[in-house]
């Protein structure tokens, strides 16, 4: 076990500012702080090599317990060991294996060419000249960004940015990387070639990645287990496949008609979503299927029937609902 | 300590990126340091004597005042507050690297081009100006000078991280340097040297450290203080090095606690 999380809460303190003139004189005066509980009371524990998707609404906790983590935040309580470090003590040994992308943050220097700063992190991890060309050659590889290192940061556009801040954050080879909205803001094309390097990454070096996205399209297709966060709090923490078991005991249904039928007669199936000549969806209990359908194709004529799992990301906004 | 040298030939480069900025700041410079030499050259004639100074003496410690700026005075530590307040402060924090040490090499790199323009400056104004200046021959008060620079570079250092540090806890950074560098320039020594102020008030102003960053190494360029008294000065700055050293440390501290890593 690389990462161990026990009992980690952290608040912050917020000022609240009153809105219209007598609220704007009062809050110079008087200010009104309100704690506010970002990460409350989690617990989990991840083993090397594994590649878990923190999902949750904005504001969930997800990159305050990923700063916690990596050292950036002091936790309000509970205890992080990371590598067998606490990560606050800001060891070297520690830092030095450990990565952080954040996709709304700037780490390279603005206005000079993104190799400039790889020489600098190459200074500062102490990497060998042989051992950098070779991990820089490779990065830059995988993310096909030869031709834009010698170019000042800020006339990139931001996919190349991005790929710049990963190759800046993976040139000491981290063993744990924690990436806080890697795909945010990209097109999808980018958002794919990221997901496959970020894949490739996680099997050629077999480290620890922990992932946040408001993407499902990201988690889905990279991470086997899954944490839910949401005011703070875990909600689901194991495989992805059987969190839509678990929230979604449904199926859903999509019946082609030849005629027009009358939706009000499948309601005794289950529940029926929406209508419209010659499509009709429903969700079926999973266990209900196999019967509902078979009853369905000998009472009706069927053009087409198709049965599939809800989308994860209607799943997941089921939660975040709190049905 | 390599990448230490990265750090400020970086920011050598990252100014170079913003000539024409640059630029500007030092011609503000020039004409400021013009329109207090013409002030003194006009106030005390060519042969009288002022304050117990003469033009000479004078338009010397004038001019010195603009390279003992470059040296001492010029720093990039103002960004700190806003890389603290708007979260970028974490970039650091996750990398093996002294997050003072970083400032202190960037400011080296931001001196290293103040230098270099203000020995340009200087030269250019020498051959136009043809002013009657004091140079000093002997070896002693040159490595004493130079010793004084140095001294001055890291007080002023741990003066401006102190300021900077005021993000950890407050979004108005602006305000406190703006006051304070109006009052460094005063008190410091920036426009004339401090010892023409009456007694009582040269006392007070040799008892803060504004002093010894600008007035104080001038004086020693120009031979004007004894060796106890620049040995006492010495021992003075090492003493606001050590309080504004520790003070750092545990603001450090607390800082960290306080900090929230913001904007999202």
Known sequence: MVISVKNLSKEYSVFQKETGLSGNLKSLFNRKYETVKAVDDISFEIEEGELVGFIGPNGAGKTTTLKCLSGVLYPSSGKTEILGFNPNERKKAFLKQIGLVMGQKNQLWWDLPAVDTFILQKEIYEISDSRYNKTLGDLLDLLDAKDIIKIPVKKLSLGQRMKMEIVTSLLHNPKILFLDEPTIGLDVVMQQKLREFIKEYNNKYQSTILLTSHYMNDVEELCKRVIVINHGKILYDGVLSNLVHEYSPYKNIRITFKDNVEPNKFTKFGEVEKYAYPQLELFIKRDEVSSAVSKILSDYEVEDINIEDPEIEDVIRKVFGGE | MKKYFWVAKNTWEETLTYRFNFLMWRIRTVVLLLSVYFLWHSVIPEGSRLFGYTQNMMLTYILLTSITNAFVISTRTHEIGDEINSGDLSNFLIKPINYFLYWFWKDIGDKAMNIVFSIAELTILFFILRPPVFIQTDFTFLSLFCISIFLAIVLYFFVNILLGMIGFWSPEVW???????????FFAGNYFPLDILPNTVFKIFEALPFSYLIYFPIKIYLGQIGLPEILNGFLLM????????????????????????QGR
């Open chain 2, 175 to 185: 305000a406190p340097r703006f006051i304070f560098s109006i009052i460094l320039g």
């Open chain 2, 238 to 261: 090492v003493l606001w090095i050590g309080i504004f050293f520790i003070f750092v440390q545990v603001v450090w501290r607390k800082g960290l606690k306080a900090y929230t890593a």
